[in-house]
């Protein structure tokens, strides 16, 4: 499995902004997320998508202003970014996670494939 993320950039406070993760390999059942790292900081768990499923998950400071969803056609997945705020800089990552018992989807450690992170900047 591979990952490529692409999409970051420059954008205002209350902009947005698409990432897009283009998948390559066997991922039926996979979890996919975006984490992300600001300067200084731990890597976070953004939010996640089962696969093979529809459900999504967000930690609390992106929830309902992202939106994560995935194109199966494409084997891509998508972070729409809206109403976002300065503290949204860092360096996003897609991650893609195998089938495991007592998963949990926003552990880092539970992620095995990485792609490189996408800057994203939002100025104030």
């Known amino acids: 499995v591979q990952l490529q993320a692409s999409g970051g950039g420059l954008v205002q406070a209350g902009g947005s902004l698409t990432l897009s993760c283009a998948v390559t390999?066997?991922?039926?059942?996979?979890?996919l997320a975006w984490f992300r790292q600001a300067p200084g900081k731990e890597r976070e768990f953004v939010g996640g998508i089962m696969w093979s499923g529809d459900r999504t998950y967000y930690t609390d400071s992106v929830k309902d202003r992202f939106t994560i969803s995935r194109d199966s056609a494409e084997s891509t997945v998508h972070l729409l970014m809206n109403s976002m705020k300065p503290e949204d800089t860092a360096d996003y990552y897609c991650a893609a996670s195998r089938p495991r018992l007592r998963f949990d989807i926003q552990r880092l450690s539970d992620y095995e494939h990485w792609g490189q992170g996408t800057l994203v900047t939002v100025s104030s």
């Open positions: 390999g066997r991922i039926f059942r996979y979890a």
